[in-house]
């Protein structure tokens, strides 16, 4: 099954992010400028859903019902049409080429448009929807790395693109979802890759960077090299995990465990001794650095049980959990045939990401500079939206404002001869 990308239309559009623990909804609107206005938004706890995919379509649909509606109400307007991020559906990328052999000496726009349409030719593998298309270079006979081929001369025209695919079961029960809320369903997306489009800068994805989202229930990963996409992954564990790990060790409720986590827990390296306190370096700026009490070697916590733990007690049992998700991901790159993580730059957002020492952390256990990496901040009638929660929702919204839809835009050239003849000529020439 292949989904066909719908036009982003004049009115207003929402976006909605389909996390584990929260469902984030934006309203904006494309200007005639091409500039993408933020109108509304709101955040609803998720229900009906855990790890990125659907367990109750009641409480789901329902949750996204009232997501919707406090944006629209936010935004003092309705929307008919909802985009997605997710980052469930087991979405896959794959890498295809297509190649034509050309008639004429000089490639035209026609020997283009017909290498092109050799895409719809590709179809997912069973149990799969087609969701996103994406192009990458041209290929000349032996030559690569060709932006616009057209005019050039050669024997075999060819064109590499990915494709990105999803659980075609995940995408029918997010369609009956919204389709429940009288909404249509608009281009579905990966939510590692729309934070891309709001943290990292081109040359973060022209150099090879590795982007991390840390999210409640997963952490979505996605992979730029050379200004393209080249993999992306879900890790089924994040935040959520650690405040239940917290939950079961102390033995408190998971509000509790939440808030202790927010307040008072963190990643920080164990120190074992009053002199390590003096030489400790603090997080780098942007990290959620909240502490209750004066940090000592041997500080202590006190529960709203009474329970008195020790401070690093609390610390241990979330590096435990961090670094599986670490080990995981590099898992997945190894399964899919690239190397560690420690080989690409590495970016982090989402909001566990936010987690006091968490850049410093990942960067110690993979001994590579690590960046935390906030969306740039979209511009609305309230200000100006940011923070890792709405990274996705941000990214997307650019996306937009890039591109209206993901066709590819053949480019055109001025017809070489002048007047009407010159140019009937040239139409002829290329169509015919």
Request: net charge negative; glycine share 10%.
């Amino acid at each position: 099954m292949i989904t066909r990308p719908k036009m982003v239309p004049r009115g207003p559009f929402g976006i909605l992010d389909l996390g584990s623990s929260k469902l984030a909804c934006l309203i904006a609107q494309k200007s005639t400028t091409g500039e993408v206005r933020l109108l509304g938004q709101s955040m609803h706890v998720s229900e009906g859903v855990k790890q990125g995919e659907i367990t109750d379509m009641n409480k789901f649909s329902t949750a996204v019902g009232k997501t919707v509606n406090a944006a629209e109400r936010n935004a003092d307007t309705t929307i008919s049409t909802i985009h997605i991020v997710t980052p469930g559906g087991s979405q896959h990328l794959s890498t295809h080429t297509s190649k034509i052999d050309l008639h004429d000496d000089v490639i035209s726009r026609r020997d283009i448009t017909r290498l092109l349409q050799q895409q719809d030719q590709i179809r997912p593998a069973a149990g799969q929807v087609l969701i996103q298309k994406q192009p990458g270079c041209y290929q000349l006979d032996d030559q690569k790395q060709i932006d616009n081929p057209l005019g050039m001369c050669g024997r075999a025209l060819g064109i590499d693109f990915t494709t990105l695919a999803m659980s075609q079961t995940s995408y029918a029960n997010i369609r009956q979802a919204v389709q429940q809320c009288h909404l249509e369903l608009g281009s579905v997306h990966h939510s590692a890759v729309m934070s891309g489009h709001a943290c990292l800068t081109e040359d973060d994805r022209d150099l090879g960077t590795l982007l991390i989202d840390f999210g409640g229930g997963t952490t979505s990963l996605a992979l730029f090299a050379d200004g393209q996409l080249h993999f992306v992954g879900t890790v089924r564990m994040g935040g959520l995990n650690v405040t239940r790990d917290i939950a079961k060790m102390l033995s408190i409720s998971i509000s509790d465990a939440e808030r202790l986590k927010a307040i008072d827990g963190s990643v920080l390296p164990a120190i074992a001794v009053a002199e390590q306190v003096e030489r400790f370096s603090f997080p780098s700026q942007g990290d959620n650095f909240v502490l209750s009490n004066t940090l000592s070697a041997d500080d202590s916590l006190t529960l709203s049980s009474g329970q008195v733990i020790q401070r690093q007690f609390l610390s241990d049992i979330i590096r435990t959990r961090c670094e599986e998700i670490l080990e995981a991901i590099d898992e997945q790159l190894k399964t899919a045939g690239l190397g560690p993580a420690r080989t690409y730059n590495l970016a982090l957002t989402g909001g566990a990401s936010q987690l006091t020492g968490m850049s410093d952390f990942v960067s110690e256990f993979w001994q590579k500079p690590v960046a935390l990496r906030p969306p740039t901040p979209l511009s609305g009638p309230d200000g100006q939206i940011s923070g890792g929660s709405f990274s996705a929702c941000m990214g997307l919204a650019r996306h937009i404002q890039s591109t209206e839809d993901d066709a590819i835009q053949i480019p055109r050239t001025t017809p070489a001869g002048s007047g009407m003849f010159g140019r009937l000529g040239a139409w002829f020439k290329e169509h015919i």
